[in-house]
Each structure stands twice: as structure tokens, then as C-alpha cells.
């Protein structure tokens, strides 16, 4: 604007200096018969028709250099537009919407419940999860207690059965020794028996040779009556003797029988601490028992576990019966109205932060050259009178055609060159303007060349990126709140 209106005012003298000059005041005609003068000459017609060249040669030196040094120190594009990070918040369960509850154009605070599908489904699903936790939770107890109580009973079982295989073994030691004694008590008393016998039998022949040889002599009168009938009766005594060893004997050979017993209960001894023995061994490998009750444990721990994953699984789901905001925003679609089916992942509204607006410009490759991030910007909308000044967050590292839904192929060898266009973030002054600014705006770019501010763009790129991870973390609930 300087450089034209300099222009102007340059004309504007040119035209003051240059106007042509009055000319003086005719003469008298001459007289009759004089000789005519020369024809009047061109050259102050072709002085102005020179400098009228000359100053609309300056007047276009003036306007188109200080254009040309604009377009080469600036980059312009009209391919910008105001965008944001639009989220759409789908449906994470399948269902029957039945609420909407808000508009276009609404705002909203994170958190707030936006929409709600049908939750009955999946309180079923829910309660039959919670009982299945319940009675995995209750066969976990049981099982516990009982190999509680198998870790306790065992130790004292193994010592009880140790108890009683001491005791069985001490029974057969006891028995063994009974055994013994009652062998040596009645071979000891069979052969004094025998001895008596043998004993008595000896002396019934001596007594029976003296009473016959008393009788003889007593016949014969040799001695008198009373030495054979002495003699005689010693005869009796010594076979009552007889008989009493004989006896004796007999009672000394029946206590044999007791060596029978006394071996049969070395037998029934020696049987009892074989069966004390196995029970130790069995009792022994009930340890085996509450191995196996503590591997069930851990099974229905583990039961346990993936039922409360389950429960924890189906709650979740119930939740997602709820569409909240993931952060204070404005909601610009409506894509359900209550009584539609909401598909797995099928959009339902979209918002996006206000806080979060920014411009993109897409420059020709050839227009890159002297932008850097930090850069001032002057971005001018249709929707404004006065256009914004904003400054350059970063320039993009990949050039849109390499999104396109369908790349070039240029394999065939027919290629025309077409000037790509780079992305170029710009953030937008904020003034009272700033909530005017709408995604989807068209707006016109002009980026001043320079050094920029790196530091100041590591920042602000920065400051987007914590601003739109918002949102990312756990599922909201209602009246938890947020904000920036």
C-alpha cells in the first residue's frame, strides 16, 4: 500500500510538472501579400507523450516490486481451512438407544452423559456373572476349609499311627518275651516231671523188690509181719508217688499249650504291627490327600479369578451402555435419535473441544521455502470482516497424496507433474473471535518467511498434543466432571 500510494503521489506531480506551458499571445495577422511563416513545430508533443511513458513506467516499477518482494518473502494459499479434533463417540456395545440426551451445538462437561442404550441385556448379564462369582467364591470356601483342615488333622494322624505302631510293636516284644518265658517255664517243668516220674517208678521197684522179698521172708519167718507190711505199704506209697509224678507230668505236658497261645499271640502281636504299620504308610500318603485338596484350591482360585473377569467383563459392558464425554466440548452431529440400533462402533454423536481449534493450510511444495514453525501468520475467513493473526505450530513431514484413498500409480510411465501440497499447522491468536471459530472454515493464509521460534512451536505442539490425549484415559463416569 505504501508502494502505491508513493506511486500516486509521484503521478501526481509528474502530471503538475509535466502539463504543458500556455502559449503567448498571438501576434497581428501579417499583412496582405507578406510572405507565410514556417508550420509551428511537434517537438512539445513528443516531449509529453515520452514522459507520459516514463511515468506510467515508474508507476509500474513502483507497484510491481514491492509485490513481487511481498510474494517472494510471504507464502499464500487459499487450500486452509479451521479443523479440530472431531471425536465420534460410537457405541461400544451393540443395542437399542433409548436416550439422547443432548443437541447440536450443546455444550458439554466431561463426563456428562450424552447417550444411553439399552441397559437391561446386560444387568442380566451382569447378575447371572455375579452368581456364578458367588457360588465359585463359595466352593473356594468350602474347599479351603477342608484342606485347612486336612493340613492340620494330617500331622496329628501320622503321629497318632506312629503312636500306634510303637505300641504294636511293643506288643510284639512283650509277646515274644511271654512266649519265651512260658517255653522255658514249662520245658523246665515237663522234664522235673519226667524226672519224678522217672524218680517214683524207681523207687515203686525198689519198694515192690522189698515187699516181695519181705513177703518171701515173712513166709519163710525170717522177719517179722510188721517188716513185711511196712514194706508193703512202702510198695503203695511209691506207686502213689508214681501216679503223683505221673501226674504232674501230665499237667507239665499240658502247659505246652500255653507255648501254642503264647505264640499264637506273638502271631496276633506281630499282625497287629504289620496293619499299624500300613495304616503309618496309608496316613503317610495323606499328604498326597492335601496336596491334591490344595491343587483343587488353587483351581478354584483361579475359577474364581475368571469369574470376577467375567463379572468385571459384563459391568464394563454395562457401562458402555452409557456415552459420556470424554472432555468438555460441543456437540456438532447427531447421528442416532432414540429407538435406533446402535451398530458395534456405529457413531452416535460427534464433538470436539473448543480449546483444541487451530488452522491448517496446505502449501505447494514450491511455496515451503523460508516457512518455519514460529512463524507469523495472517489468516483471513470469510466469516470475519478483520482477518487473525496466528503463527506457525509445525510444518507436516508427508505430503497429503500419500493418504489418498487411491495412490498414483505412475508404473506405466505416464506421468504428468503436479506441484504437491504439504500440511501446515497455524494457531490462531485468541481474541474475542475465538468462539466464532467453527471446524470446517475456509480461510485464506498468508506466512511470513524468517527464522521463526522453534522453542515457541516445541511448546504450543506440546500444549495440542497433552490438550488432545484427553480423553484417552478410563471410562468417565457421570459427575466426576473435567475441564482443561
Given amino acids: 500500500m505504501r508502494g502505491a500510494s508513493s506511486c500516486i503521489h509521484f503521478v501526481s506531480r509528474l502530471d503538475t510538472n509535466m502539463s504543458p506551458p500556455v502559449p503567448p499571445a498571438s501576434p497581428d495577422p501579417p499583412a496582405a501579400g507578406a510572405t507565410s511563416a514556417a508550420p509551428p513545430a511537434t517537438r512539445p508533443r ?7 511513458v516514463v511515468a506510467a513506467a515508474l508507476v509500474a516499477a513502483l507497484g510491481v516490486v514491492p509485490y513481487v518482494h511481498y510474494r517472494l518473502t510471504h507464502s499464500l494459499t487459499d487450500d486452509a481451512f479451521v479443523e479440530s479434533h472431531l471425536t465420534h463417540l460410537g457405541a461400544q456395545t451393540p443395542g437399542l438407544i433409548t436416550r439422547v440426551l443432548v443437541e447440536e451445538r450443546d455444550a458439554v462437561k466431561a463426563g456428562q452423559l450424552l447417550a444411553e442404550i439399552d441397559p437391561e441385556p446386560h444387568r442380566r448379564a451382569v447378575d447371572l456373572a455375579a452368581a456364578k462369582r458367588a457360588k465359585a467364591e463359595g466352593e473356594l470356601t468350602l474347599e479351603r476349609s477342608t484342606w485347612e483342615r486336612l493340613e492340620k488333622e494330617h500331622p496329628r494322624r501320622v503321629a497318632a499311627a506312629k503312636a500306634d505302631l510303637a505300641f504294636a510293636e511293643a506288643g510284639v516284644s512283650q509277646a515274644k518275651t511271654e512266649l519265651e518265658v512260658v517255653r522255658v517255664d514249662v520245658d523246665k517243668a515237663v522234664r522235673e516231671a519226667e524226672a519224678a516220674v522217672a524218680s517214683a517208678k524207681a523207687s515203686l521197684v525198689k519198694a515192690d523188690e522189698d515187699a516181695t522179698r519181705y513177703e518171701r521172708l515173712f513166709k519163710e519167718a525170717s522177719v517179722p509181719k510188721v517188716k513185711w507190711e511196712d514194706a508193703v505199704k512202702a510198695r503203695a506209697a511209691a506207686d502213689a508217688d508214681v501216679q503223683t509224678a505221673e501226674a504232674k507230668l501230665d499237667r507239665a505236658t499240658s502247659n505246652r499249650r500255653k507255648v501254642a497261645i503264647a505264640e499264637q499271640a506273638v502271631a496276633v502281636a506281630s499282625s497287629r504291627r504289620d496293619k499299624a504299620a500300613e495304616e503309618l504308610r496309608l496316613t503317610e500318603l495323606g499328604r498326597l490327600t492335601v496336596e491334591e485338596a490344595g491343587l483343587k484350591v488353587k483351581v478354584l482360585e483361579r475359577e474364581v479369578d475368571q469369574a470376577k473377569r467375567n463379572e468385571a467383563s459384563v459391568r464394563t459392558q454395562l457401562e458402555y451402555c452409557r456415552v459420556v464425554a470424554p472432555f468438555d466440548g460441543i456437540v ?16 452416535v454423536l460427534s464433538l470436539y473441544d473448543p480449546d483444541l481449534v487451530y488452522v491448517t493450510a496446505y502449501l505447494e511444495e514450491d511455496r515451503l521455502a523460508g516457512v518455519s514453525p514460529g512463524n507469523a501468520a495472517v489468516l483471513k475467513l ?50 474475542e473471535r475465538w468462539g466464532d471459530l467453527r471446524p470446517g472454515l475456509s480461510v485464506s493464509v498468508v506466512i511470513d518467511h524468517g527464522a521463526g521460534d522453534r522453542e515457541w512451536a516445541a511448546t504450543q505442539a506440546e ?11 478410563p471410562l468417565p463416569t457421570a459427575g466426576t466432571g473435567g475441564g482443561p
Fill in 463 to 473: 500444549r495440542l498434543r497433552a490438550r488432545g490425549e484427553r480423553g484417552q484415559g
Fill in 332 to 347: 456438532v452431529k447427531r447421528y442416532r435419535n432414540p429407538g435406533d440400533h446402535a451398530p458395534l462402533g456405529s457413531p
Fill in 382 to 431: 470469510d466469516a470475519f470482516r478483520q482477518p487473525l493473526a496466528g503463527r506457525v505450530v509445525w510444518v507436516g513431514q508427508a505430503t497429503g497424496a500419500n493418504f489418498a484413498l487411491v495412490p498414483r500409480d505412475v508404473s506405466s510411465g505416464e506421468f504428468t507433474k503436479v506441484p504437491q501440497r504439504v500440511p501446515v499447522r497455524i494457531l490462531p491468536d485468541r481474541d
Fill in 46 to 52: 513528443v516531449t509529453w507523450t515520452a514522459a507520459l
